[in-house]
C-alpha cells in the first residue's frame, strides 16, 4: 500500500544526489518487495559517486540507498557488493552446506534489495542509459497506484529478465509449440520431470487434475498428448493468470481451466498430477514458494487428499525430487511411510538422473548432493479395500 516515509535523508549528513522532486516534497509512494519487506521508512538519495565499500556500510547499518545515477552503474554496484559478500566455506556435511548456503542466499538477498529505484507515474526508470520497463512493471504489477513506485533494483532487474522470457517464449520437449513463463511463475528449464511424464503411454481421454499447475506445462503436454481435459489448481494468482494465457497461445483453452485453490478443484479425475515444491523447509519470499515446502506440508496434504480424488482406477502421478534425503533434510523411506499412511500403493515408478547444469558444476557448494539427485514419477494408486 502507499505510505509516506517520515524522513528521506540521512540525518546530519549531506545528501550526494537529488531526491526525485515528489519524494522530495515527502508524497506517498508505492513499495514492491517480493518478500513483504515494510516500506522503508528513509530513502537516502546516492548516485555513482557512492563507492561499493561505502554503500554496504551504509545498507549493514539499515538504509535503504534510492539510486540516481546511471543504470549500468548501478548493476556494477550491485555486482560488487555480491562479491563483497562471505561465501560458506567447504568441508560441510551436505546439510550444513545447504545451511549455510541458505544463510548466505539470505543475506545477499537482504543486503542487495536496500539499493532501490524510483519509477515514475509511468513506471519509466529515471536513470541515465536506463531501458524502459514500463511492460515488465505492468505485467507483474497492472497500474501504478501513485505518482512514484520505489522497488529494489535487484527484483527489477530480475522482472526484466522474466519479461523477455515471456517475449520470446520457452521450447519445451515434447511440447508442440512454446511456453511462455510470467514472472514469479517456476520457470520449467529443468526438464527431467517433463520427460517423464512423456514416458506415459495411455492418457487418451482421460480427464485431469493438474495441482500446483505453475505455468499450466504438464497439462498442456498431457492434452496435446490426447487427454480429454485438465482442470488445474495454484494458490498463487500470478500462476493462474500465466497458466490461462499459455492456454490460450497453445489453442488449449477449450480443454483446460485453472483455479486459484490451495490444493484440489472439486470432483474425481483419471489422471491427478502433481510436481510438488521438493526442498522441505521455509520459504523466504513468494517465489521460493514454488521449491519450498515448509515441513513438507503441501506434500502430505496432497498424498491425504489424494484417494478421494481419484475416478475408480485412476491414477495419481506424483513427480519428485530425492535431493531433499541426500541433503538430509528428510529421512529414507519417509516417502514411502507417507504413502503407507494415506493408503496408497506404487503401481509403478520411473527415475531419472539430474541433468540440469548444477548437478554438473563442482564449485557449486552442493554439488556433492546435486551430483547424485534422482527425480522419480510415482504411479499411485488407492490401496484396494481388505476382505
Given amino acids: 500500500m502507499p505510505r509516506r516515509p517520515p524522513s528521506t535523508a540521512a540525518e546530519g549528513k549531506p545528501t550526494p544526489a537529488a531526491l526525485p522532486p515528489e519524494l522530495a516534497r515527502g508524497d506517498a509512494f508505492t513499495w514492491h518487495s517480493e518478500s513483504d519487506e515494510p516500506t522503508p521508512t528513509r530513502l537516502s538519495p546516492v548516485d555513482d559517486r557512492l563507492s561499493a565499500d561505502a554503500a554496504l556500510k551504509r545498507v549493514r547499518r539499515g538504509e535503504f540507498l534510492l539510486y540516481t545515477g546511471d543504470f549500468h552503474n548501478a548493476k556494477q554496484l550491485l555486482g560488487a557488493l555480491s562479491r563483497r559478500l562471505s561465501r560458506p566455506a567447504g568441508g560441510r556435511s551436505p546439510l550444513e552446506a545447504f545451511r549455510a548456503e541458505r544463510r548466505a542466499r539470505q543475506l545477499e538477498h537482504e543486503t542487495l534489495s536496500r539499493i532501490v529505484v524510483a519509477l515514475d507515474r509511468a513506471y519509466q526508470l529515471g536513470l541515465s542509459r536506463a531501458p524502459d520497463v514500463s511492460l515488465?512493471?505492468?505485467?507483474?504489477?497492472?497500474?501504478?497506484?501513485?505518482?512514484?513506485?520505489?522497488v529494489p533494483l535487484k527484483q527489477l532487474l530480475g522482472m526484466l529478465g522474466a519479461a523477455e522470457w515471456r517475449r520470446k517464449g520457452l521450447a519445451v520437449p515434447g511440447l508442440t509449440g512454446l511456453l511462455h513463463p510470467h514472472y514469479g511463475v517456476y520457470l520449467p528449464t529443468r526438464t527431467d520431470y517433463v520427460e517423464l511424464l512423456l514416458s506415459l503411454s495411455n492418457v487418451k481421454g482421460k480427464r485431469v487434475f493438474d495441482v500446483g499447475t505453475g505455468t499450466g506445462v504438464l497439462s498442456f503436454l498431457l492434452l496435446q498428448r490426447g487427454a480429454a481435459s485438465a482442470v488445474a489448481t495454484d494458490c498463487d494468482s500470478r500462476a493462474v493468470t500465466c497458466a490461462r494465457e499459455n492456454a490460450e497461445r497453445l489453442g488449449l483453452a477449450k480443454r483446460f481451466q485453472v483455479l486459484e485453490a490451495d490444493l484440489f478443484p472439486e470432483g474425481q479425475a483419471d489422471l491427478v498430477v502433481c510436481n510438488p515444491p521438493w526442498i522441505p523447509e521455509p520459504p523466504k519470499n513468494r517465489v521460493d514458494r514454488a521449491v519450498f515446502d515448509e515441513d513438507n506440508q503441501f506434500l502430505?496434504?496432497?498424498?491425504?487428499?489424494?484417494?478421494?480424488?481419484?475416478?475408480?482406477?485412476?491414477?495419481?502421478?506424483l513427480i519428485i525430487s530425492d535431493l531433499a534425503v541426500l541433503l538430509g533434510l528428510r529421512p529414507p523411506g519417509w516417502l514411502e511411510e507417507q504413502f503407507a499412511r494415506c493408503g496408497l500403493t506404487v503401481?509403478?515408478?520411473?527415475?531419472?538422473?539430474?541433468?540440469?547444469?548444477?548437478?554438473?558444476?563442482?564449485?557449486?557448494?552442493?554439488?556433492?548432493?546435486?551430483?547424485?539427485?534422482?527425480?522419480?514419477?510415482?504411479?499411485?494408486?488407492?490401496?484396494?479395500?481388505?476382505?
Fill in 300 to 317: 502430505r496434504r496432497f498424498l491425504e487428499g489424494l484417494p478421494a480424488h481419484l475416478t475408480p482406477g485412476g491414477e495419481g502421478l
Fill in 347 to 387: 503401481k509403478w515408478k520411473r527415475s531419472t538422473p539430474a541433468r540440469h547444469s548444477k548437478a554438473k558444476d563442482r564449485s557449486d557448494p552442493l554439488h556433492a548432493a546435486r551430483s547424485r539427485e534422482v527425480t522419480t514419477l510415482y504411479g499411485l494408486t488407492p490401496e484396494a479395500p481388505r476382505s
Fill in 136 to 150: 515488465a512493471c505492468r505485467q507483474v504489477w497492472g497500474e501504478p497506484e501513485t505518482d512514484v513506485t520505489v
